[in-house]
């Protein structure tokens, strides 16, 4: 393994650890906070005791991901200094925010913790409110770096000299809104079903059944948000990537040769020496009417692009089936659990409902694991 691999392989590794509690850190202050909503609302007890069970959860993946995120930006500096010189000035904006709003976060989780009878209520739950708005900008303002480099802008390249830099632009750049939007609704989708596996577990073992079965239906109306609203961000974000990244969508979909009236592929095993996918399920026209809303639009192939800047197609390939699978999956438990609410609220305390439930604790995590790698 040469040195350029190593820290490809250490970043990645890092990054994939980092990003769990990254999007715990966004997701779950908002459960606290609608819990301890609920017990300002109604006095019930019950409510208290689960803001306060949550609340020691969000501190100590808080201090976690603060841990985890410091060393990667000790690896940005370190394993990538030639990047981090000319682009640091860039996309450094957003960097110094997301300091900002860890702060920020890191004050407000103290006061909410030490709080409890000490502040107005409400200006203590506001705190414990806070922690979650600060979580939601730092992750944000992260992905607004990763989009940068997605979509760089924001200066001008002239004599081998990066000039005339406008900071505000590449912050806000064309792919920002959409890896944001998106970004969000993962974290909510997996953060809510990892959430809601860990108290259908402790009802089915009968250990204080009220208190998780309240904490239960919070968390899977926060996964539910989430996995409905995952393919709506996801098809914004993938439409952003057909426009301004062809070759990446190309090898989402392992699609080889330039079309018009594309197909959307579903499995399959890429072949990139004969240019061909093998043994896939392929519905007609359905990826041009995804990428462009035009069921006849020209999808252009990885043919087109010189072999040596593909990305590698298996990988790309799989993790995006991975995440779709995972996505399907979600979604169909979150349709379950929503008939179940509406139609059979006897199933809600079946345990067939909650071993569903309990399986499908990682699989948000997965998902966003895998759409990461993509």
């Known amino acids: 393994m040469d040195d350029f691999l190593a820290a490809r392989a250490q970043m990645a590794l890092s990054l994939g650890f980092h990003i769990i509690f990254a999007c715990v850190g966004m997701v779950m202050p908002f459960l606290m906070a609608f819990a301890h909503w609920k017990y300002l609302k109604t006095g019930n007890e019950i409510y208290k005791g689960l803001t306060k069970a949550w609340s020691k ?223 896939a399920l392929k519905i007609p026209k359905v990826l041009s009417f995804l990428a462009t809303n035009d069921f006849n639009a020209e999808i252009k192939g990885l043919n087109d692009f010189p072999k040596d800047e593909w990305p590698p197609i298996a990988v790309v390939h799989y993790a995006f089936q991975i995440m779709i699978f995972f996505g399907v999956v979600m979604i169909s438990i979150g349709s379950l659990y929503l008939y179940s609410f509406f139609f059979k609220k006897d199933w809600l305390n079946k345990n067939w409902l909650l071993k569903t439930f309990l399986f499908a604790t990682p699989f948000g995590y997965i998902a966003l694991e895998a759409g990461w790698t993509v």
């Not at 990047?83 to 000035?89: S, T, V």
């Open 57 to 279: 959860g969000v501190a100590i993946l808080f201090a976690t991901g603060a841990v985890s995120g410091t060393m990667l930006s000790f690896e940005l500096g370190l394993l990538w200094p030639g990047f981090m010189k000319h682009a640091g000035p860039i996309f450094g904006m957003p960097f110094s925010l997301e300091g900002t709003a860890f702060f920020i976060e890191a004050i407000a989780i103290g006061f909410f913790l030490y709080g409890w009878d000490k502040f107005n209520k409400w200006f203590h739950w506001f705190c414990g409110f806070l922690v979650g708005l600060s979580g939601l900008a730092s992750g944000i303002l992260v992905v607004a770096a990763n989009a940068w480099m997605n979509s760089p802008t924001g200066f001008d390249y002239i004599n081998g000299q990066y000039v005339n830099i406008d900071p505000i632009k590449a912050m806000f750049n064309e792919a920002w809104f959409p890896q944001a939007l998106h970004m969000t609704v993962a974290a909510f989708c997996a953060t809510g079903f990892a959430v809601a596996g860990v108290h259908a577990f402790l009802i089915m073992k009968k250990k204080n059944v009220e208190f998780h079965t309240k904490a239960f239906r919070i968390a899977a109306a926060f996964a539910l948000v989430g996995a409905f609203g995952a393919p709506l961000s996801g098809d914004v974000a993938a439409k952003s990537v057909a426009e301004r990244q062809p070759i990446k969508l190309a090898a989402m979909e392992a699609h080889f040769e330039t079309e018009k009236g594309a197909a959307f592929v579903i499995g399959g095993i890429p072949d990139e020496e004969k240019g061909e996918i093998n043994y």
